[in-house]
C-alpha cells in the first residue's frame, strides 16, 4: 500500500516538475518573470490558494458589516402592521376592545414609521437586508476580483485586494450608522467613497504614493511589517476572525477566553444615576463578547489549535502547501452537523446558514447597490470629515501595507524602491472606484498576503490566482462563506511569527530609532489600526529628531553669521585701503 502511495507521489511530482519546465519557458514565464524570481507555477498557484483561504472570510464578514447600514433600504421596504402593535398581522381585522373595556378600536393595517428598522425589525425591512446582503457578496467579490488582477497582471506582484477591515466598520457604523440612524445616507457615503477614490487614483497615477512611502522614516518603514505581523496575530486569535483564545475583559481589557457560546455574554454602556444602573441614551449591547466561565473549554478552539499544529508541523519539515492543508481540515470537519465544533448548530441562524451552504452554488446579479450614489448631502461637514477620513486612512494604511508586504516578500532595495510599484499603487486606487460604484468601502491590499507569499508566492500570477477565486466566489459563495473562522485563525498566527523576523534590522540600542519602532509596532494590533501605528510612529520619530533639527539649524545660522563678519570685516579693510590709495594720489 505504502509502495503505491509512494509510486503515486513520484508520478505526480515528475508530472508537476514537468508541467512547471513547459510554463516557466513558455510567453507566460516570461511575462511574470518566473525563472528570475526563482519560482514556479504550481508554486505560485498554491500561494494564491493559501492567500484566498486565508481573506475568504472577507466575502461573508464585509456584506454582514456593510449590511448593517441598511444598505439601501428604508422605511418603505417595511410592510405594513397592525394599527394595535399588540395584535399580531393575521389577527389585524374587525374591532379591539381598549383597555377600560368601553372604547372600541377599528384594527386596520398601517404603513410603520422608522422605528420597522431597529429590533425587533420589521420581516420587510429585513428580507431587503437580505437581498443587500447578496448584493454586497458580488460587490467584494468583483472589486477584489478587478484589484487582484491588475495588481497581478500590471505591477506583477503576489498580493491580493478586498474591502477592507476597518474601514468598512467606520463606513457602516460611524457614517452611516446602524440601519441608517447616522447623519449620512448609505448613498451619500458612497458618493463620498467614490470621490475620494477618484482622488486617490489621480495621487497614484501622479506617483505621489511613491514619494510618501519614501517619506517614511526608515525605523518606521521596517517596524511596520512586525507591526502588521502582530496585528495578523490579533485577530487570529480572536473569535470573529480566529481560534477566540483572546477575549474581552471588563478589568484588564483583554484577557484569556476561549469559552463554549452558552458561557458567553454581552456588554453594554452604562452610567449610575441615583444609585440606579442604566444603559446610556442611544447605546447598544455588544455582541456575545465576555466569558462568564468554562474558559479554554471551548471545541472550536482545541479544533483551531490542531490546525495550528498541523500547519506548524508542516512548516518545519518544509511541506509545500501547509496553509492550504490545515484550513481544509479545520473546514471540513466543521461542516459536519450535529458535533460540537459544527458551523451550523441547530440555531435559526445556524439552520439558515446550512440551508445556505446546501445550495453549493449561487449566482447572483446585484440589484441594488450598483450606481447608488447620491450627492445630494455634500453640504454637510460630516460627509466631508467622511472623505478626509477614508482618504487620510487609504494614504498610510494601503501605502505602509504595500510596502511592508513588498518588504516581506524581499522585492524592496535600498532605496526604499520595489519593482512594479507604481501599478500597485494604481491597483487599489482603482479597485476602490470600482467598488463604491458596485455599493462597497474602500478597497486596500490585504496583509494575509503574507500567507501566500509565505508558501512562496513571488510574481503577479499568486494574485491572478486570487482573482480566479474570487471569480468562482461569484458561483460558490455558498461554500467559501462556510470556512469558519477558527479554520483562518491559526494562518493568520504563523505568518504573525513569520514577519516579526523584520525587528532584526532595528538599531535596538539607538533610542531615535528604538522608540519610534516599538510605538509603530505596539500601537498596531492594541488600536486594531495601522494608520494608527504609522502616525504614533512617525510623529514619535520627528520629536525625538526635533532638538537635532533645531541644533543643526542653530549650528548653520552661526557659521553664516559668522562668515558674513569675516566678509564685512574683509570688505571694510578693502574699502579703508581703496580710499587711502586715492587720497594719495
Keep these: 500500500m505504502l509502495g503505491c502511495v509512494k509510486s503515486l507521489w513520484q508520478k505526480w511530482e515528475h508530472g508537476e516538475a514537468k508541467l512547471n519546465d513547459r510554463i516557466n519557458k513558455s510567453w507566460i514565464g516570461r511575462y511574470f518573470k518566473l525563472e528570475a524570481r526563482k519560482t514556479c507555477f504550481t508554486k505560485e498557484v498554491r500561494a494564491g490558494t493559501a492567500t484566498f483561504l486565508t481573506m475568504a472570510y472577507i466575502l461573508a464578514v464585509n456584506a454582514s458589516i456593510l449590511a448593517d447600514s441598511g444598505g439601501t433600504c428604508s422605511v418603505a421596504d417595511c410592510t405594513k402592521v397592525c394599527n394595535v402593535p399588540s395584535v399580531s398581522l393575521y389577527d389585524c381585522h374587525g374591532a379591539f376592545k381598549g383597555s377600560n373595556g368601553s372604547s372600541l378600536i377599528e384594527l386596520k393595517l398601517v404603513k410603520p414609521g422608522p422605528e420597522c428598522k431597529f429590533p425587533p425589525v420589521n420581516r420587510g425591512y429585513e428580507q431587503c437586508l437580505e437581498r443587500t446582503k447578496r448584493d454586497l457578496i458580488v460587490a467584494t467579490a468583483v472589486s477584489s476580483l478587478i484589484g487582484c488582477l491588475i495588481m497581478g497582471l500590471f505591477a506583477n506582484l503576489p498580493l491580493g485586494l478586498a474591502p477592507g477591515m476597518g474601514a468598512n466598520a467606520y463606513f457602516a457604523y460611524n457614517v452611516v450608522g446602524f440601519h441608517g440612524s447616522g447623519n449620512i445616507s448609505y448613498k451619500s457615503a458612497l458618493a463620498a467613497v467614490f470621490l475620494e477614490g477618484c482622488i486617490f487614483l489621480i495621487i497614484s497615477a501622479l506617483g505621489f504614493r511613491a514619494k510618501i512611502a519614501k517619506m517614511i522614516p526608515r525605523p518606521v518603514r521596517l517596524s511596520s511589517a512586525a507591526g502588521i505581523g502582530l496585528f495578523l496575530a490579533l485577530i487570529g486569535l480572536q473569535a470573529d476572525q480566529g481560534i477566540g483564545l483572546v477575549g474581552f475583559s471588563p478589568s484588564t481589557l483583554l484577557t484569556i477566553s476561549a469559552c463554549p457560546s452558552q458561557y458567553k455574554s454581552q456588554v453594554a454602556p452604562v452610567r449610575n444615576v441615583n444609585g440606579t444602573v442604566v444603559l446610556i441614551p442611544g447605546a447598544a449591547a455588544s455582541a456575545d463578547i465576555l466569558c462568564t466561565s468554562h474558559r479554554m473549554e471551548s471545541p472550536t478552539f482545541w479544533l483551531g489549535t490542531v490546525g495550528f499544529i498541523i500547519i506548524s508541523y508542516c512548516l518545519m519539515k518544509k511541506v509545500k502547501g501547509a496553509m492550504i492543508y490545515g484550513i481544509l481540515f479545520v473546514t ?138 474570487f471569480f468562482l466566489a461569484l458561483f460558490f459563495t455558498p461554500l467559501l462563506a462556510a ?33 519610534p519602532a516599538f510605538m509603530t509596532m505596539v500601537l498596531m494590533p492594541l488600536t486594531y489600526s495601522i494608520s494608527n501605528g504609522l502616525i504614533a510612529g512617525i510623529g514619535t520619530y520627528i520629536v525625538l529628531h526635533a532638538w537635532d533639527v533645531v541644533e543643526h539649524g542653530f549650528k548653520h545660522l552661526r557659521n553664516y553669521m559668522k562668515n558674513s563678519h569675516k566678509v564685512t570685516s574683509s570688505s571694510s579693510a578693502q574699502v579703508s585701503n581703496i580710499l587711502g590709495h586715492m587720497n594719495e594720489v
Design 332 to 469: 471540513l470537519i466543521s461542516w459536519i452537523r450535529g458535533t460540537q465544533v459544527t458551523y451550523f448548530p441547530n440555531t435559526l441562524q445556524g439552520n439558515q446558514s446550512f440551508q445556505y451552504f446546501k445550495k453549493i452554488m449561487d449566482v447572483h446579479l446585484i440589484e441594488s447597490t450598483a450606481g447608488a450614489f447620491s450627492f445630494a448631502e455634500f453640504r454637510k461637514s460630516e460627509l466631508w470629515v467622511a472623505l478626509i477620513t477614508f482618504l487620510y486612512v487609504d494614504l498610510l494604511d494601503t501605502t505602509g501595507t504595500l510596502y511592508s508586504m513588498a518588504k516581506f516578500a524581499g522585492f524592496v532595495d535600498e532605496k526604499g524602491e520595489f519593482e512594479g510599484q507604481y501599478f500597485a499603487y494604481m491597483s487599489d486606487a482603482t479597485a476602490i472606484v470600482v467598488g463604491s460604484a458596485l455599493g462597497t468601502s474602500p478597497v486596500t491590499a490585504f496583509i494575509e498576503s503574507s500567507t501566500g507569499i509565505r508558501e512562496g508566492g513571488r510574481t503577479g500570477l499568486t494574485a491572478v490566482a486570487v482573482g480566479f477565486y
Design 483 to 515: 470556512i469558519p473562522p477558527w479554520a483562518v485563525g491559526p494562518p493568520l498566527i504563523l505568518v504573525g511569527v513569520m514577519m516579526m523576523k523584520a525587528v532584526m534590522d532595528i538599531e535596538w540600542e539607538n533610542m531615535k530609532e528604538a522608540v
